[in-house]
């Protein structure tokens, strides 16, 4: 990895009041964390909120408490970005109820009342994010395509980046059966690229 | 080793053995990963040589995931085509004049108009996206709709074979703050009101600009401002494009508010109201409100400090428009104007040199701060006797009416402007009339037709009061609601005279029913009049806490006391007021208890601020039925006359006594540990001087009326002589009373009460006597005199009291 722009430099250059470093940082994460979003919200709640709206919201979260953030291994951020996403997700789905109620006052801006008020989300578009480029689409729809705990394994040890003993603690395994999840899942994954060939 | 819950047989055998030295390693090249150390495919696999060839397939998979994973280089995604279009929609492109998160503006030429024209184009990041795409079309194709002379123009739509674009409007200007370097504040004032109204024109359209800043409103030759840019933010489907392009969001979130920058409330109009505030405010200082060297401190700021103060920057800059400045940069969007409009109008008035509306909140925080710190100082000084407890109260007091300076909404409602009248007019004649539904026969609307027009009078003044109250239009809603207030009782009892409940007749005599005594009135109870008075107090102290506002506290204790009142009429006042009319004022007396517990449950529960209107009733009845029982309750004139009988009846003494009931009453409200309580000892105070010395006064007169009937009496002249004298000195203890507790109205009261006594003696005992005005020369000179050398006398006095024993 570049030294240059290796996420440690970017946290070294924040820490030291360069704000425009924490672009190309979160920039660095930010499809990893669209991911984990993707997957963190339940499908009810992705008809609601947008992958886009909660990584914004964690992003500027990111941004506020950047102070509290203490640089421990090169996969510290991630997890504290992906610690701050599953806070937005909780309070998103906290809120949820509490906007339900309130819809009534929100159609003053998006009603079919008033055709120039702003459109509602519509819920069967995917994250624009996601959505935009081949590459992601493709990536989620292999995902999708996994069992459970296989996308489990991918998601924590190859998206969010944990080391295979985090990634045990998380999952509740031995070291051992974590990798061996992890393996089978990436066979799995593997096989839905180049089906035929297992 | 593994204990694999999910154990097959295969797991067992060698290939069992052999999936976990590829999954371990496997594991081991993500782990040097997640360590961030430089990993290899090919020489990874020279290590772990005996798995190669099945762990090839699988790191390879894993790179394909990472490189998905992988901000894409920036320059390269983000602007695949730099190269300029030749035409749009048939204008030739000439430059590119801006870009943003969403796209960027080109310069091009009508050819047909010979007009130059600016194209904004959708990035080519966006345009596969479908959905945005229409996005975008459809918010152009809405707000070409919008035409307003300090809104930037939108011409034509792009033709769907080409990029998505529109064409708007070309505008020459500089942007806003840098046009108003040079003006004058009134010429600033102009150009923001002018913004202002741009601004609510979108609102009006359902159109949330949210990206306001002066880089947006541009400024033309003739100073007249144009807002560009509106809700780009908004139709391109919110935060999410600006996150697609952080840059946007650090160049300039100073104008953000802080709901915005947090991004946790949905937005409404009021977000952008706070960014016009931090507009106005760099027009006026040259400095943005809030700034930061890292955008975590300018959130930071922006979310919970307050600007400095306009006027700390400039002090020629006039205090209204700071007021204005500082209420749209409220930090609670509440405390905001409602609108662009209002602060619009608020700027109109500075403009028409009146009073502005707004009175910021944040003064009162920013005073109350210091306010409390210097209180407690206060209190100390108290303690060490620095100063009295009456300059402590005044100090208080004067604070606190410093820090619960009203809303505006308040100001509105108490100046009477043509619309403000107008309303109360029109509340008045809808009470008026539904009022003479329910008192007046109409053969025409009687009945249940009757009971549906009050019925529905007094339903749509609560609708409309509630909404427009949560529509903000506070000063509107209040008028409503008030009528609704009144008209409630009044549905109430046509309903109840329809229905035909509660026509029982006050002790089965229908003399006692107040209707009754006016011959043309609908037979209404006076059972109907207390039940529907008593059903509309929940109402009313509903009201009061859904909308905060005191009026209802004050509608809830004048309906309690006009309760008491009918109640009176329940019990047989009419009848009392033709025999005995001493007995009301008697039973008015538990009423005036009443009052003052209700206000007393009120305060130590939950509300002290509600219970002062109580307190205000329960001090009117008791003032109104100690001197009433005083006056003409006979039982009590008969006892008077057996216990004093040197008098000529009651009146003479009513002054007094009463005065030592409300002496009391005073103590017995000032022990208690409830602030407004203690604060009505003050007005029972306020009266006692008066009430004895007129007392004295009147026993006076009396005395000598009696004497100058039999002049031979002595003791009827020792008498005379004695409320002579006495006057004038109670006249001068109540002028000294006034030092402790700086009672003002204890001296002037004294005060004049000693000229009376004086001229009193004048025109008795010293009839014609020089000695009189002289011995009062004298005595006014000495007294003065030794008031200027006051210490040496005191110490004079008390060496001689001393030597005395």
């Known amino acids: 990895m570049d030294a240059v722009t290796s996420s440690y430099n970017l946290i070294e250059r924040i820490k030291s009041g360069d704000q425009q470093a924490f672009a190309p940082l979160f920039d660095k994460h930010r499809r990893r964390l669209a991911v984990l979003i993707h997957y963190g919200l339940s499908l009810e709640l992705r008809s609601f909120v947008e992958v886009d709206d909660v990584l914004q919201e964690t992003w500027l979260r990111a941004f506020r408490d950047f102070g509290q953030f203490t640089y421990r291994s090169p996969g510290s951020f991630m997890s504290w970005l992906a610690r701050i996403a599953d806070h937005v997700i909780a309070d998103a789905a906290r809120s949820q109820g509490r906007q339900k109620r309130h819809a009534i006052e929100l159609l003053r801006f998006r009603s079919a009342s008033n055709p120039a008020g702003p459109e509602p989300m519509d819920s069967k578009t995917p994250s624009r994010l996601l959505a935009q480029e081949e590459n992601m689409r493709r990536l989620l729809e292999k995902l999708d395509a996994l069992p459970h705990d296989y996308r489990q394994a991918i998601l924590l040890m190859k998206v969010e980046g944990l080391s295979t003993g985090e990634a045990a603690d998380r999952l509740g395994k031995s070291k051992e059966a974590t990798a061996l999840l992890l393996h089978r899942a990436i066979k799995r994954f593997r096989a839905l690229e180049h089906p035929g060939e297992e | 080793m593994a204990k694999e819950p999910r154990h097959d047989a295969q797991e067992t055998t060698a290939s069992g053995a052999r999936e976990q030295l590829l999954a371990d390693a496997v594991a081991e090249y993500l782990d040097r990963q997640a360590r961030g150390e430089a990993t290899d495919i090919e020489s990874f696999c020279r290590i772990h040589e005996s798995l190669a060839l099945d762990l090839k397939p699988l790191l390879e998979a894993l790179e394909v995931i990472e490189a998905t994973l992988q901000p894409r280089q920036p320059a390269a995604a983000l602007e695949p085509d730099k190269r300029l279009p030749d035409f749009l929609s048939g204008h030739k492109i000439l430059s590119e004049i801006g870009s943003g998160g969403m796209g960027c503006v080109y310069l091009a030429f009508d050819e047909r108009l010979g007009r130059k024209v600016a194209i904004k184009v959708l990035s080519p990041r966006f345009r596969d996206n479908a959905v945005l795409r229409e996005r975008f079309m459809q918010e152009a194709r809405a707000m070409a709709k919008l035409r307003h002379p300090n809104v ?433 004022y008697l039973e008015l007396i538990p009423f005036a208890v009443l009052f003052f517990l209700a206000g007393a449950l009120i305060e130590r529960f939950r509300y002290p601020a509600d219970s002062r209107y109580f307190y205000s009733v329960a001090v009117a009845a008791t003032f109104i039925s100690l001197s009433g029982v005083a006056l003409f309750h006979e039982p009590y004139a008969n006892w008077l006359k057996r216990v004093v009988p040197r008098t000529r009846g009651q009146l003479e003494y009513l002054f007094i006594i009463n005065a030592g009931i409300y002496l009391s009453l005073q103590f017995l409200c000032e022990r208690l540990p409830l602030a407004q309580m203690r604060a009505v000892a003050n007005t029972f105070r306020f009266v006692i001087p008066g009430h004895v010395l007129t007392s004295l006064l009147l026993l006076g007169l009396a005395a000598s009326d009696l004497w100058e009937k039999t002049l031979s009496s002595a003791a009827l002249r020792h008498e005379a002589r004695f409320f002579e004298i006495v006057l004038p000195l109670a006249a001068s203890l109540f002028v000294f009373g006034s030092v402790p507790r700086q009672l003002k109205n204890f001296l002037a009261t004294g005060l004049l009460f000693l000229a009376i006594g004086i001229v009193r003696l004048e025109q008795d005992l010293f009839k014609q006597r020089a000695t009189w005005p002289l011995g009062l020369l004298g005595a006014g000179l000495l007294l003065m005199l030794a008031a200027a050398d006051y210490s040496p006398l005191r110490m004079a006095v008390s060496r001689l009291i001393r030597r005395q024993p």
Request: aromatic share 10%.
């Open chain 2, 152 to 584: 930037a123009h939108i011409y034509s739509l792009g033709p769907a074979e080409e990029a998505p674009h529109f064409v708007m409007e070309y505008l020459e200007g500089v942007p806003l703050t840098e046009a108003a370097r040079p003006l004058t504040l009134r010429q600033k004032a102009e150009l923001m009101h002018k913004v202002a109204l741009a601004v609510e024109f979108l609102h009006q359209h359902q159109v949330i600009h949210r990206d306001l800043k002066p880089a947006n409103i541009l400024v033309g030759p003739e100073l007249e401002p144009k807002v560009l840019d509106f809700g780009l933010a908004l139709q391109s489907g919110d935060h999410a494009t600006r996150l697609s392009s952080p840059g946007d969001l650090l160049g300039t979130p100073n104008y953000f508010s802080p709901e915005q920058a947090r991004a946790s409330a949905p937005l409404d109009v009021r977000s952008d109201v706070f960014s016009l505030g931090a507009i106005f405010y760099e027009l006026l200082t040259g400095e943005a409100p809030f700034r930061g060297d890292t955008l975590p401190v300018l959130i930071q700021h922006i979310c919970q400090d307050d600007p400095v103060l306009p006027r700390r920057l400039d002090p020629t800059i006039p205090g209204d428009l700071q007021n204005i400045c500082v209420k749209a940069l409220e930090k609670n969007p509440a405390d905001r104007y409602g609108s662009a409009g209002e602060m619009a109008s608020d700027l109109e008035r500075f403009l028409a040199e009146e009073p502005v509306l707004a009175v910021p909140t944040s003064y009162a925080r920013l005073m109350a701060g210091k306010i409390d710190q210097h209180l407690r100082e206060l209190q100390g000084w108290k303690q060490d006797r620095i100063v009295s407890e009456s300059e402590l109260d005044s100090f208080r007091k004067l604070y606190d009416r410093l820090v619960d300076r009203e809303d505006a909404w308040i100001m509105a409602v108490r100046r009477l402007t043509l619309s403000q009248v107008t309303l109360y007019f029109g509340a008045w004649i809808l009470v008026l009339g539904a009022t003479l539904v329910m008192l007046f026969n109409y053969p025409s609307l009687s009945g249940t037709p009757a009971v549906l027009v009050v019925s529905a009078a007094a339903a749509s003044t609560a609708w409309i009061g509630v909404r427009c109250w949560r529509q903000e239009q506070r000063r509107i809603a209040i008028a409503y609601l008030l009528a609704f207030c009144l008209l409630l009782p009044v549905a109430l009892l046509v309903g109840m005279d329809r229905v035909g409940l509660f026509t029982g007749l006050t002790r089965n005599d229908a003399a006692l029913e107040f209707f009754a005594r006016f011959e043309s009135f609908k037979r209404t109870t006076n059972a109907q009049l207390w039940w529907s008075v008593l059903l509309s107090l929940p109402v009313y102290s509903w009201l009061r806490r859904f909308t905060h506002a005191s009026v209802f506290s004050l509608v809830c204790a004048v309906m309690a006391a006009v309760l008491s009142v009918v109640s009176l009429l329940r019990m047989g006042m009419l009848e009392w007021l033709d025999s005995d009319p001493g007995k009301v």
